[in-house]
Nanobody, 123 residues
Framework: QVQLAESGGGLVQAGGSLRPSCAAS????????MGWFRQAPGKEREFVAA????????SYADSVKGRFTISRDNAKNTVTLQMNSLKPEDTAVYYC????????????????WGQGTQVTVSS
């Protein structure tokens, strides 16, 4: 089993950057595909980015492609989301998640979830 804990959210002006990170417990982290999802007030949770267990495959939502980069460090059991050129519409709670089923853009494929970290982008 994996426990996930996000950190690194915060308040930033539009055009700025943030780098939330997710720390995982357990020795099997390197076997999990990892993803980031977000949920804005009054909206459904949506896919942001995903990375395979080895880190050689990545997927992004169209809305963040070219601005966000997902990466992982299997030696440190961490996955990071570098967010650049932030927009007010990126404001949401960001969740990291882990899956034993390769990696996926679909929430239903994820087995483990963190508690989330708030990202607020002011205009």
């Amino acid at each position: 089993q994996v426990q996930l804990a996000e950190s690194g959210g915060g308040l930033v002006q539009a055009g700025g950057s943030l780098r939330p990170s997710c720390a995982a417990s357990g020795r099997t982290f390197r076997s999990y595909g990892m993803g980031w999802f977000r949920q804005a007030p009054g909206k459904e949770r949506e896919f942001v980015a995903a990375i395979s267990s080895s880190g050689n495959m990545r997927s992004y939502a169209d809305s963040v492609k070219g601005r966000f980069t997902i990466s992982r460090d299997n030696a440190k059991n961490t996955v990071t989301l570098q967010m650049n050129s932030l927009k007010p519409e990126d404001t949401a709670v960001y969740y990291c998640a882990g899956t034993v089923s390769g990696y996926s853009i679909y929430m239903s494929r994820y087995d483990y979830w963190g508690q989330g970290t708030q990202v607020t982008v002011s205009s």
